[in-house]
């Protein structure tokens, strides 16, 4: 089993910056990859990052969407179990519950939502215009 704590929320200007913390707790394997969703009120569940280590380099790789490409970066501490999401240049559509996603089974890219099996409670971000 995996637990995921997320913390770092809050409410922020437009043009701001924020950063997310994930702490992993449990079994290592089910969490090789991880990765950072977000939904607002009324809409679906959206990917915005994901990470897992490349299985020949051990590099970490990256994904994230269109949406916050340039803006958000994901990554990984993994001698403290720690995923993080660096947020900048925020906007008031990025304001949504941040949720922080594990699986043990890794996939490239950002899959869907369906696809991690343990997540954590949330951490609301709130973008004023």
Not at 25 to 34: D, E, F, V
Not at 36 to 61: H, M, N
């Amino acid at each position: 089993q995996v637990q995921l704590v997320e913390s770092g929320g809050g409410s922020v200007q437009a043009g701001g910056s924020l950063t997310l913390s994930c702490a992993a707790s449990g079994n290592n394997l089910l969490s090789r990859c991880m990765a950072w969703f977000r939904q607002a009120p009324g809409k679906e569940r959206e990917g915005v990052a994901a990470i897992r280590v490349d299985g020949l380099t051990t590099d970490s790789v990256t994904s994230v969407s269109d949406s916050v490409k340039g803006r958000f970066t994901i990554s990984r501490d993994n001698e403290k179990n720690t995923l993080y999401l660096q947020m900048n240049s925020l906007k008031p559509e990025d304001t949504a519950m941040y949720y922080c996603a594990a699986t043990g089974i890794c996939m490239g890219g950002i899959r869907p939502s369906t696809t991690y099996h343990y997540w954590g409670q949330g951490t609301q971000v709130t973008v004023s215009s």
